[in-house]
């Protein structure tokens, strides 16, 4: 019963890199969504998904992509990596008749710095 | 859009009671969720309020106003291990989304 696992945990990306942060779960979720934390910011939305096959944009969407293929896959991929995305970033999810009443449960996070 | 505003710091004493305010502009309302952040960590979920009124679980209590676009959280009897960072968080049923607040760092004194 693993809940959400985020891959990899800690990531170095050189500008103009390209790379896919994964994000799977195994609770049958319906609702996943990727956020950004940075300092003083809270957390950020950047795009989510409320089944597979669809997905929408959050508050920050610039710069990444993602596709929800099936239920339990949510990855995130970052198109050329900019310092200014330099961030811890989290993925979650819950059930989505249950939202927000039993909440999101979050992946553990990446840790992504770019130089 | 939603927004929501929190206090960015809160500082109370060991076995003291500490309540942390969230106020809301949403177009729509769903409800209001409370999580807890501790460093290094991830967001666990707290609280829900979807009616007005006090909710309890243990030492924590969450309170809704909707007339007034405003909820709280109430931490009682304060431990070191409470330290960490709160957040309150909206779902706009217009299109689903989550918004969550800037975050109240809760700071504990022996």
């Known amino acids: 019963n693993a809940g959400v696992t985020q891959t990899p945990k800690f990531q170095v990306l050189k500008t103009g890199q390209s790379m896919t942060l994964q994000c799977a779960q195994d609770?049958?979720?319906?609702?996943m969504s990727w956020y950004r934390q940075d300092p003083g910011m809270g957390l950020r939305l950047i795009h989510y998904?409320?089944?597979?096959?669809?997905?929408d944009q959050g508050e920050v969407p610039n710069g990444y992509n993602v596709s929800r293929s099936t239920t339990e896959d949510f990855p995130l991929r970052l198109l050329s990596a900019a310092p200014s995305q330099t961030s811890v970033y989290f993925c979650?999810?819950?059930?989505?008749?249950?939202?927000?009443?039993?909440?999101?449960?979050f992946g553990s996070g990446t840790r992504l710095t770019v130089v | 859009g939603q927004s929501l505003e929190q206090p960015s710091e809160v500082t109370a004493v060991e076995g003291a009671i500490v309540q942390i305010n969230c106020t809301y502009q949403t177009s729509g309302f769903y409800g209001l969720s409370w999580y807890q952040q501790h460093d290094g960590g991830a967001p666990t979920f707290l609280s829900y309020?979807?009616?007005?009124g006090l909710e309890e679980t243990g030492r924590f209590s969450s309170f809704l106003s909707r007339s007034d676009s405003y909820g709280y959280l109430l931490l009682q009897e304060l431990q070191m291990k409470d330290s960490a960072s709160y957040f309150c968080a909206v779902r706009d049923p217009g299109d689903d989304k989550i918004i969550f607040g800037k975050g109240t760092r809760l700071h504990i004194l022996p």
């Open positions: 309020n979807g009616l007005d």
């Open positions: 979650a999810s819950a059930g989505y008749s249950r939202i927000p009443t039993y909440g999101y449960t």
């Open positions: 998904s409320v089944g597979a096959g669809i997905t």
């Open positions: 609770m049958n979720h319906e609702y």
